[in-house]
């Protein structure tokens, strides 16, 4: 039987990356996207915290496995699984924990400072007490590329700021909307996102590889 995942986006940009992926490495999988910008609104404003209920009320009639492909969100996220009974995964989840094994000194780039905290936060989860020193740094003037709809401005600063990190064992691209940034990058330092790694987990948790 054929896996129907509903991915929770907060920018339509995200549709067209998990489609690919979709057609790339899984055939057959049915992707329903459910695009609700306001909530990173709100999350920026307000902090994470403030989008519970609404998270309740999007997902109340969603039948099977949920995927949230907004960093910032995606704890808030998965703290409301047990109420549905069914998997609300976080995109971020698997590249988190790829990073933690790569080795303890991990960059994490980012284009919102609110995405800083829930990302480092869920590293150290990941890391389960194993020791990990994590460099957060925000990639100056991408978002503001980003909402422009300039997308290769915005993955060209991206791939600058990925290739200036020294020191470090691994570099964590902490959006989905910066995973194409990896292409463009020349470092030889590991360059992980999350959208390829966190799909291929959604679609396995609904049962279907």
Do not use: K
């Not at 609700?36 to 039948?63: C, N």
């Not at 780039?109 to 800083?116: G, Q, R």
């Not at 064992?169 to 292409?183: F, R």
């Amino acid at each position: 039987m054929v896996t129907c995942l509903t991915l929770l986006h907060t920018s339509p940009v995200h549709v067209p990356v998990f489609d690919a992926l979709r057609d790339r490495n899984h055939p057959g999988a049915v992707l329903r996207h459910l695009v609700v910008p306001q909530l990173l609104d709100r999350a920026r404003a307000q902090g994470p915290g403030s989008v519970p209920a609404d998270l309740r009320a999007l997902l109340a009639d969603r039948a099977g496995p949920v995927l949230v492909t907004c960093s910032t969100i995606g704890a808030v996220a998965e703290s409301v699984a047990a109420e549905r009974g069914v998997p609300v995964l976080r995109v971020d989840r698997p590249m988190a924990a790829a990073a933690v094994r790569t080795g303890p000194r991990i960059v994490v780039l980012a284009a919102l400072e609110s995405t800083l905290g829930p990302t480092a936060e869920l590293l150290v989860e990941e890391a389960g007490g194993r020791r990990v020193v994590i460099t957060p740094r925000v990639v100056a003037g991408a978002w503001e590329r980003f909402e422009a709809g300039d997308t290769a401005g915005y993955l060209a600063l991206v791939a600058e700021a990925a290739d200036a990190v020294a020191d470090a064992d691994v570099v964590v691209l902490a959006q989905a909307s910066m995973a194409a940034a990896a292409a463009l990058a020349t470092t030889t330092v590991p360059l992980l996102s999350s959208p390829a790694p966190g799909l291929a987990a959604a679609l396995a948790a609904g049962g279907r590889g």
